[in-house]
């Protein structure tokens, strides 16, 4: 990469140093999770039965298949550096799932998702730069997702329980945790009758200003979230725009005051917009 990689655990605002520790899986148009092989499988037995026999053979636990962006994105060799940084965090599994929190060259940052190989997964802020012919990783942020409450209320829970609703580590943990605001939840639920969803960002991992600026998000403060899959497709993926003016049509009648994506659906109006960073999802926000 040309540099060191600093991995940080994002809390809020503050960056904190962060030994790196994750794992990774993959995720349309990446590739499918695959079956355990023979030697990730466990080994338990019954009681009373003999043990495995040594000398058989087993085929040697497999690597799985790196994460590779369409290569229709505005920029998939930007994302497929972000992703090879997270793939070599110590416990990262796999990949499944790279976004734009902003892309302005020669300056980006990358959402990147990936599942551990013990279980459970994480959402990262990569941060990429370019000051020649190639792109470089400049840091690595990891998300640190709030703890659940015991209730998180009828609304996040009727969330969490949706089969039509699919939710990152991260996200899920500030729905369990009560931090999303209840337009968004709303929001969420009524797109979900007519569409499947998958939810990329609510609040974790999530810069707190907008990329480039210095004006605040409304990510951060729990009224905004990012679709990145609509119906099983990606937002980014050919023959998918029509689904995606749906859905961008849909949030909007749902009260967001700004709908972001690959197209501006009311030519410059006020509502809708679209710029390189919205190019791969859709992202939908409510006033304060």
Known sequence: MGSQVVVRRAVGAAVLPLLAFATGCSSEPGPSRPEATAGERSSSRAPGTSAPDPTAT????????????????????????????????PRVRRVTYTQYFGYLPPRADILVEADFASGGGATYSVLISRPGDRW??????????????????????????????????AGRADVAAGDVADAVLRSMLAIA???????????????????GTDRRSDHPDGRAYDIGRIDGRLVVFPGTMGRVRDVMRLAAGTG???????EDLDGGGSQYFSDATHSDHVHVGFPG
């Not at 369409?70 to 998939?76: F, G, I, K, N, R």
């Not at 999530?206 to 990329?211: I, T």
């Not at 967001?256 to 690959?262: F, I």
């Open 136 to 169: 470089r990783v400049d840091d690595v942020r990891e998300a640190h997702p709030p703890a659940a409450l015991p209730d998180p209320g009828p609304l996040a829970r009727r969330v969490l329980d949706s089969n039509r609703i699919t939710l990152p580590w």
């Open 256 to 262: 967001a005051y700004q709908v972001g994506g690959p």
């Open 193 to 211: 009758r007519q569409h499947t969803i998958g939810v990329s960002v609510l609040i974790s991992a999530h810069p707190v200003d907008v990329f």
């Open 58 to 89: 087993t085929d040697p636990p497999q690597r799985p298949p790196r994460y590779h962006p369409l290569s229709t994105e505005v920029d998939a060799e930007a994302k497929r550096v972000a992703a090879r940084a997270v793939e070599a965090l």
